[in-house]
């Protein structure tokens, strides 16, 4: 009976053995978050040098691990003796699932010291499974390219791992090791891509929703929202404190003392300016966009170039190199494809034919006949929590 789950990583193992050691604790403790969150039982999570163990017999273990950010992949696996003789006995078991005409591979590995070699114990299972074939009745075929059927044996000191299948993990780095960014999520497809995709490698994202009323209404807080709850799904134990900003007043000031044609370069600029005072506020280290170069009118070189001149914010687009069919699929991956294409309005302060190059001295002048400090510091005070700060 399988007991064990095995979880490999792969980036953690470049780094310093300090720090590697700091990682997996973390990775450990994320591990355990999304098994409570999804009810699996077990009884501990252990480690060796390479490997993270969770002791259970649930198999939905293996497919939870695997959507744990720094995870590279997990098998559901069966613990046994390091002796050859017993890893081939049991090895020999899974010789009911070959059928006739069917072929099998034997895959092995080894780490630490031992009297025999991968090899040794592939030959040794090999043997075993294709003797129990024959006294089944059945004709054994081996194929160590393409097989029907893959066996692994995996031998760690004095146990062995025997399993028979790996489920790819998500890989990145353990959430929680990079920091924290402020993350802009509007509900659309981009932006909790971009979010997931940083939180991937680490970091922990505070979700900020600009709040466009009148512009636009309540159906796009609530595309934001359900995406927000699909990211936190993905982070047991780090709980999201989101923001709702009021931006309406800030896209009406543009409106009246501004060039139409720059309202979406100055919208972006305003969102960076409050993202940055809660960035400030939560001690956080950047800012995540779901900007994709050239994928609308507001997103050309020449237009976010403008979005950040002057205001020596870090800013990030994990998406900028993405075709859209990439953004898409990941959404569909991640599970907010289906809530971002929910039917809501569009911003109505998007003007018919917006600016394309924009001169960002230009917006300079335009964002101080607009009072930018003013609409800035109401945003940030009128500022809400979407989200508990605690679990």
């Keep these: 009976m399988n007991d064990t789950v095995i979880v490999r990583y792969g980036e953690l193992a470049l780094k310093s053995r300090g720090t590697r050691n700091w990682y997996e604790k973390i990775l450990i403790r994320n591990i355990k978050a999304m098994l409570e969150s999804r009810g699996i039982d077990y009884s501990s999570v252990s480690r060796q040098w390479g490997r993270i163990f969770i002791h259970t017999d649930d198999p939905a273990a293996a497919e ?3 959507d744990v950010f720094g995870v590279v992949s997990a098998s559901f696996a069966r ?65 160590l390219t393409n097989p029907d059927h893959e066996i692994f044996v995996e031998v760690r000191d004095s146990k062995a791992y025997i399993f028979t299948d790996i489920i790819k993990g998500v890989g990145g780095l353990p959430l929680g090791t990079q920091g924290k960014m402020v993350a802009l999520v509007s509900g ?19 979700p900020a929703y600009f709040d ?53 370069i100055l919208c972006k600029r305003t969102m960076y300016r409050v993202a940055y005072e809660i960035m400030k506020k939560e001690n956080a280290h950047g800012i995540i966009t ?38 898409i699929e990941m959404a569909r991956k991640i599970g907010t494809y289906s809530i971002s294409t929910k039917p809501a309005t569009c911003c109505a302060a998007v003007p018919e034919y917006p600016e394309v190059s924009a001169r960002f001295d230009a917006l300079v002048a335009e964002e101080e006949r607009a009072g930018i400090e003013d609409l800035v510091k109401s945003s940030v005070e009128n500022a809400r929590i979407m989200s508990p700060d605690s679990p």
Excluded at 228 to 246: D, F, N
Excluded at 291 to 303: D, E, F, K, R, Y
């Design 290 to 327: 779901g900007s994709s170069l050239g994928q609308v009118a507001s997103q050309t070189s020449a237009n976010m170039h403008a979005e950040i001149y002057g205001l020596g914010i870090p800013v990030y687009h994990p998406l900028i190199g993405l075709d859209k069919n990439d953004i």
């Design 212 to 264: 466009n009323t009148p512009y636009a209404d309540e159906t796009t807080l609530e595309r934001a929202a359900e995406c927000i709850e699909i990211l936190q799904k993905w982070a047991p134990g780090h709980p999201l404190k989101s923001y709702s900003v009021p931006h309406g007043p800030s896209l009406a000031s543009f409106i009246s003392y501004c060039g139409k044609k720059n309202t979406c």
């Design 188 to 206: 659309g497809i981009d932006s909790p891509v971009a979010a997931w995709m940083m939180m991937r490698r680490g970091v922990e994202i505070i």
């Design 64 to 66: 939870a691990a695997s």
């Design 79 to 143: 613990t046994i003796q390091a002796d050859p003789g017993i890893i081939a006995e049991t090895v020999a078991g899974y010789a009911e699932k070959v059928q006739e005409g069917q072929t099998y591979a034997i895959r092995s590995r080894r780490s630490g010291n031992h009297e025999f070699t991968s090899r040794d114990i592939a030959l040794k299972c090999g043997d075993a499974v294709w003797e129990a074939l024959e006294n089944m009745g059945r004709t054994p075929a081996v194929d």
